[in-house]
């Protein structure tokens, strides 16, 4: 595709619900990466993916949330049991490999209630 | 840990006015920097990068940046602001060797007086 797509773009959840996000990278893109933006904040990373490998998830705040890429294309990022401090807008990037700039998505907002 | 400071939470300058956004970072090593820039409701967008080599980097819609190495400091700057520059601007830093996650600052938030 022409850029990053996210979807759904907006998402509402009861609290303990189960809610997956999906980014469509660059065609290509080799690297792929999920941030959080809470209000006010900047962007803070979650997980890398290298092709199908989760190369970094140091980010990722809990065992309730878990991302993957099986064929090294789309990624999935899956909440559990959300709690109303899982809300924020939820990034994704990609690039076609170092020194290369980065594409961001327009992002998926969950509003957790 | 690497971190990125943005001591300007909020910014107001008249329409035609010269702009200055700070970043300060902190790394073992000198990072690749960047600058964000976000919309209401729109994706980051990438004004411009520095890897290495010319301290004085050009980026999209007349902006440009200096690193200086002796500050830690990547500071943002265009000689004369747009009213449509009003956004949210984000310094980021990456770890050497690229390939690495971004660590953000927290923000600049710019309005442009007309």
């Known amino acids: 595709g022409a850029g990053v797509s996210q979807t759904p773009s907006n998402k509402v959840t009861e609290k303990g619900k189960y809610v997956e996000l999906r980014c469509d990278p660059i065609s290509g893109h080799t690297a792929l990466y999920w941030y959080r933006q809470s209000l006010g904040q900047g962007p803070e990373f979650l997980i890398y993916?290298?092709?199908?490998?989760?190369?970094?998830d140091s980010g990722l705040p809990n065992d309730r949330f878990f991302a993957v890429r099986p064929e090294g294309s789309v990624s999935t990022l899956k909440i559990q049991r959300t709690e109303r401090g899982d809300s924020a807008v939820y990034l994704c990037?990609?690039?076609?490999?170092?020194?290369?700039?980065?594409?961001f998505g327009q992002g998926t907002r969950l509003t957790v209630v | 840990a690497q971190s990125v400071t943005q001591p300007d939470i909020h910014i107001t300058v008249s329409e035609g006015a010269s702009l200055e956004l700070r970043c300060n970072y902190s790394?073992?090593?000198?990072?690749?920097l960047f600058w964000y820039v976000q919309s209401p409701g729109q994706g980051l967008q990438l004004l411009l990068k520095y890897f290495s080599g010319d301290t004085l980097v050009q980026g999209i819609k007349g902006f440009e940046a200096e690193f200086k190495r002796s500050q830690s400091s990547f500071n943002l700057r265009k000689p004369s602001v747009h009213w449509s520059d009003a956004a949210e601007y984000f310094c980021?830093?990456?770890?050497?060797?690229?390939?690495?996650?971004?660590?953000f600052g927290t923000g600049t938030q710019l309005k442009v007086e007309l």
């Open positions: 990037a990609s690039r076609a490999g170092s020194n290369t700039e980065a594409f």
């Open positions: 980021a830093v990456e770890g050497p060797g690229g390939g690495n996650k971004l660590t």
């Open positions: 993916f290298q092709g199908t490998g989760a190369a970094d």
């Open positions: 790394y073992g090593a000198t990072p690749y």
